[in-house]
């Protein structure tokens, strides 16, 4: 315990000097410094940034209306299909949780093909990822002689919501978030929740308009015809299209069945046009780059609508066959609008509408009063400790400072390499492990005031409270650092902030109470040679 090689020696400054120079661009600006030194500082919660906290669910009777919605498309083929004799004529109508399919073509007998047709559907009805291997999404059943129910079962429910809640996460990530760097916290609530922190965001309503957008994007092609448009302001639609508002277009006449859907769009991002106006860049996927090349060719000197949630953003003239796939939204855009409406388009649409059940703002001033506090409390709490360990325990009260000191700049190193997240309970995590800190070298140094009592030297003292207090730390760190995991795993947002500080805490204590503290204590044995310690 009380050999320090070189290559020990080595070792414990490097994680020391790494440590430091980690965790110093969090309580130091290191704008000026050389390249080599790390730049980055620990990231603050919303709590002590300030920001926007957002609790917000997916409604299961919505997920299901919506996954019955996509299976009635596949209904509708499985009923036409041409390699039978003749296509199940047939009605079908989503509401709420069932599908009610009607057949409308009885036989020569006078009845309806039921049997046939659910056979049909059934070869549709595949299992669901995740669900169990051969079975059914969806119930199909006759519910009278020309009516078949098509219902989701309870277990298909929880895989659905479950399904839609992973998909809603990555979207609201995406659309908040495009770029990866602003450091958001987005954590699952229950079954159907998501809670969302978004430190330094100063305006919740834009979060909010971001989210309600349910992101359906189409392309459509556009009827010019004037009889056609006027029958269809007056109340008469023409059969297969449907009349849409756009914010610069006016009311138009746009084909019901798209040419290009959300799922052709590889992604989309903002831009600006030839007068350096705001506008909206986005590039089809090969599959859409295809359609779209064809649907140009065989359209020419029409318009198509491009339909974002049911609001025409842009109706520009087919002038030629556009090859590529690049396409740009035009229009009196906002810089701030074209990024959003880039970051709704590429993120792809929602499963489900999202509702908001909490709102809360945290400001920037309130953030930094809570930092202000915590380093305030932290700093008060080392002084005292610090000064009651130099008065009971003298030199070794000052080396368990010194490694008290370290820990805390240990901790900072590990949350910036973890890239986690400090909140006003991870502070108070973190003032904890400076008490579990001390408790470690108040056992060692217990056990070498006993040793020598017994009339040990003082070689031979610390090396037995080193050894003898050892297994007792060990119990003690483990059994937090399972606690500190069950909180994490448990709990969810601030809980797990102060889990992991508690955590990080607990595992580099060890390293500064025992190690270092230990190194010195040698060193300094080594230099003056004393015969008895004073404590």
Same mark, same amino acid.
């Given at each position: 315990?009380?050999?320090?090689? #070189?290559?020990?020696i080595?070792l414990v ?7 430091t /120079? ?11 410094a050389p390249?080599?030194?790390?730049q980055?500082a ?13 609790e ?9 209306e919506g996954?019955l919605a996509?299976?009635s ?7 036409a ?9 047939? /009605? ?5 949780r069932?599908?009610?399919v009607?057949?409308?073509k ?6 309806f ?7 049909r559907?059934?070869?549709?009805? &595949?299992p ?13 059943a ?9 219902t ?5 429910e929880? /895989? ?5 809640l ?9 659309r ?20 969302l ?6 305006? #919740?309503?834009r ?8 992101g ?6 556009v ?6 448009l ?11 299209y449907t ?14 069945i798209?040419?290009?859907?959300? +799922? ?9 046009d030839?007068?350096?106006? #705001? ?10 780059a295809r359609?779209f ?5 065989q359209?020419?000197n029409k318009r198509?609508a ?11 003239n ?29 993120? &792809? ?10 709102q ?6 309130l ?9 305030t ?13 130099v008065l009971a325990? &003298?030199?070794?009260g000052?080396?368990a400072v ?14 910036v ?16 492990t400076?008490?579990? +800190? ?6 060692v ?14 070689w ?6 080193y ?8 119990d ?17 947002? #601030?809980?797990? &902030? ?8 607990n595992i580099?204590s ?6 270092v503290?230990?190194? /010195?204590?040698v ?10 310690f004073?404590?």
């Amino acid at each position: 315990m009380l050999q320090f090689p #070189p290559w020990k020696i080595f070792l414990v400054l490097a994680v020391i000097v790494w440590g430091t /120079l980690l965790a110093l661009p969090s309580v130091v600006n290191m704008s000026g410094a050389p390249s080599w030194i790390p730049q980055k500082a620990v990231n603050l919660g919303l709590d002590l940034r300030g920001g926007v906290y957002l609790e917000m669910e997916i409604r299961p009777e919505e997920v299901i209306e919506g996954r019955l919605a996509v299976f009635s498309r596949d209904v509708r083929s499985a009923l036409a299909r041409t390699d039978a004799l003749d296509p199940v004529a047939h /009605l079908a109508e989503v509401k709420g949780r069932v599908m009610t399919v009607r057949l409308t073509k009885p036989d020569a007998a006078g009845n309806f093909p039921v049997a046939d047709a659910i056979a049909r559907i059934n070869k549709a009805n &595949g299992p669901l990822e995740g669900g169990l291997a051969g079975g059914k999404t969806f119930e199909v059943a006759q519910t009278g002689p020309d009516t078949i129910s098509i219902t989701v079962p309870e277990n298909s429910e929880s /895989l659905m919501v479950a399904d839609a809640l992973a998909k809603t996460e990555t979207i609201v990530a995406r659309r908040v978030d495009p770029d990866g760097v602003a450091e958001i916290s987005l954590t699952p609530s229950g079954s159907n929740r998501l809670i969302l922190e978004a430190p330094g965001e100063p305006n #919740p309503q834009r979060l909010k308009d971001l989210l309600n957008r349910d992101g359906r994007m189409t392309f459509n092609i556009v009827d010019d015809s004037p009889s056609s448009l006027a029958a269809a302001q007056a109340g008469v639609v023409k059969p297969g299209y449907t009349l849409l508002n756009g914010p610069t277009t006016g009311p138009l006449l746009v084909r019901s069945i798209p040419e290009i859907v959300g +799922s052709d769009i590889a992604n989309a991002s903002q831009g600006n046009d030839e007068a350096n106006r #705001p506008q909206i860049n986005f590039r089809l996927n090969s599959n859409g780059a295809r359609k779209f090349f064809e649907t140009t060719s065989q359209n020419t000197n029409k318009r198509f609508a491009i339909v974002l949630d049911d609001v025409v953003m842009s109706a520009p003239n087919i002038n030629e066959p556009i090859a590529g796939g690049n396409v740009r939204i035009t229009g009196d855009f906002t810089i701030e609008e074209a990024q959003d409406l880039a970051a709704i388009i590429s993120a &792809g649409e929602m499963p489900a509408k999202v509702q908001f059940l909490d709102q809360r703002v945290v400001s920037s001033t309130l953030g930094e009063d809570s930092i202000q506090a915590g380093y305030t409390a932290a700093l008060v709490g080392l002084l005292f400790v610090g000064a009651l360990m130099v008065l009971a325990y &003298g030199i070794q009260g000052l080396f368990a400072v010194i490694s008290l000191a370290l820990n805390i700049v240990l901790v900072f190193a590990c949350l910036v390499l973890m890239n986690a997240t400090l909140t006003l309970p991870g502070i108070g995590g973190i003032v904890l492990t400076m008490g579990m +800190s001390v408790d470690a070298n108040v056992l060692v140094f217990e056990r070498i005031r006993e040793e020598q009592r017994a009339g040990r030297s003082a070689w031979t003292a610390v090396q037995a409270g080193y050894e003898r207090a050892f297994a007792t730390i060990m119990d003690a760190n483990i059994t937090l650092l399972f606690a500190a995991a069950v909180l994490y795993v448990m709990g969810s947002g #601030p809980v797990k &902030g102060f889990a992991v500080t508690l955590a990080l805490g607990n595992i580099t204590s060890v390293f500064t109470s025992v190690i270092v503290t230990c190194m /010195l204590t040698v060193f300094w044995m080594k230099l003056t040679k004393p015969k008895r310690f004073a404590i």
